[in-house]
């Protein structure tokens, strides 16, 4: 079946950096567009970036482009967030989610169970 | 303020028929992109339920179904019951903003 568990989520100082990670299986990894998710405290969800499945592509919310990359190594079937220059707004839990869609039609048939980002002083 | 606007709550006594609603835009849901929603239930991951305005993934009960027109979309939900009570979001793309777009959500309470 398919899994996703997220790691490396905790709490950081702002202005320092974090990275997550997104450990795949029971698909085949490489085949696939990946996402990251995040929900900030008793908020909505709010997309963060999308990675194509060879990461020839990557596109960002606007809220996250400079600061955060996102990236894959298909070889061990993970996905990344590296997250820099972190703010207290990031505060959030970070989701990786599977990409079912074609082109722009994403969508997101499987999520991991979430990894939480604290950023305090 | 979301791109995708949906009613914060929405509430029913079980066995009855909900709706709830998601307004976007010309460059979103009117520019005819897919609608998806998703129910996230306290303290866990959301979950597909419609896909590509109207359609269920295996395991989704058929009281659930997905409409859209125009610049809107809806998730209908029949024979309410207890286990249905949980947050809703819709989803689509903004072509404008070049960026996947979720609703604020609705929470929805079973009598």
């Known amino acids: 079946q398919v899994q996703l568990v997220e790691s490396g989520g905790g709490v950081v100082q702002p202005g320092r950096s974090l990275r997550l990670s997104c450990a795949a299986s029971?698909?085949?990894?490489?085949?696939?567009?990946m996402h990251w998710v995040r929900q900030a405290p008793g908020r909505g969800l709010e997309w963060v970036a999308v990675i194509f499945y060879d990461g020839s592509v990557k596109y960002y919310a606007d809220s996250v482009k400079g600061r955060f990359t996102i990236s894959r190594d298909n070889s061990n079937n993970t996905l990344y967030l590296h997250m820099n220059s972190l703010k207290t707004e990031d505060t959030a839990v970070f989701y990786c989610?599977?990409?079912?869609?074609?082109?722009?039609?994403?969508?997101?048939?499987?999520w991991g169970q979430g990894a939480l980002v604290t950023v305090s002083s | 303020q979301s791109v995708l606007t949906q009613p914060p709550t929405v509430s029913g006594a079980p066995g009855q028929r909900v709706t709830i609603s998601c307004t976007g835009g010309?460059?979103?849901?009117?520019?005819?992109?897919?609608v998806h929603w998703y129910q996230q239930l306290p303290g866990t991951a959301p979950k597909l339920f419609i896909y590509?305005?109207?359609n269920r993934p295996s395991g989704v009960p058929d009281r659930l179904s997905g409409s859209k027109s125009g610049t809107s979309a809806s998730l209908a939900i029949t024979g309410l019951q207890a286990e249905d009570e949980a947050d809703y979001y819709c989803q689509c793309y903004d072509s404008s903003l070049k960026s996947v777009v979720f609703g604020g959500g609705t929470k929805l309470t079973v009598l």
């Open positions: 029971g698909f085949t990894f490489s085949s696939y567009g």
């Open positions: 590509g305005d109207t």
């Open positions: 989610a599977r990409d079912r869609g074609s082109g722009t039609a994403y969508y997101f048939d499987y």
């Open positions: 010309s460059s979103n849901i009117g520019a005819g992109y897919g």
